[in-house]
């Protein structure tokens, strides 16, 4: 009984005080307005910082594993794609998962190695991974295995075979540094899905 009484009262006096919801109304606008100003300017930061985004090859070498993976999904975005990162626990072999500007589905596999291309080589198994996962599960059109490191011998010719792109440290290094985007430093890269989207 005394909720509902003390209810009551506040509710006359808001009556009585209008100019109290007027003035509680503007601030909260106001702050509304503050709040979307300040993320519209942070988004447009975000916008210009990952169009000028130029990594040096000894710049990603520092980074660990999962500091890389990031770095694969700022690039991917630099270059006009929706990316993001997967890598972790049940990612299933893919740690970045992007659609480029012309509609093809980018999955990605990053090896990172601290010791760069003294580093152990990237080997087939791999490769199986993804090949297993890249088009079946992420719905890829563009199957990738990345390193800042080398890749075995033996994993070449077998990326060839099934379709598996693999980015070394020379691509990398000339990717990351904002030459070109990845794709015009690929081979054998599928057509747009989107036959206008680039013209």
């Known amino acids: 009984m005394a909720v509902i009484g003390l209810i009551a009262a506040v509710v006359q006096w808001l009556l009585t005080h209008w100019w109290v919801l007027v003035l509680a109304a503007v601030v909260a606008v106001a702050i509304g307005v503050f709040w979307y100003q300040r993320a519209k300017q942070r988004a447009e930061w975000e916008r210009v910082r990952a169009a000028a985004l130029r990594l040096r090859i000894a710049e990603l070498d520092e980074l660990d594993h999962r500091a890389f993976e990031f770095a694969v999904r700022d690039l991917m975005r630099r270059d006009g794609c929706e990316a993001e990162q997967l890598g972790g626990a049940g990612d299933n072999a893919c740690d970045v998962r992007a659609v480029d500007p012309a509609g093809r589905v980018w999955a990605i596999q990053c090896k990172h190695r601290r010791d760069g291309d003294q580093g152990s080589a990237v080997g087939v198994g791999v490769l199986q991974q993804v090949n297993g996962t890249a088009r079946q599960i992420h719905g890829a ?59």
Do not use: C, M, Y
């Open 141 to 199: 059109d563009v199957a990738v295995v990345l390193t800042n490191g080398r890749f075995s011998s033996k994993a070449i010719p077998w990326g060839k075979q099934h379709r598996i792109h693999l980015v070394d440290r020379r691509v990398l290094s000339e990717w990351a540094s904002g030459s070109r985007p990845l794709w015009d430093l690929l081979d054998r890269i599928p057509p747009s899905r989107r036959p206008s989207a680039l013209s």
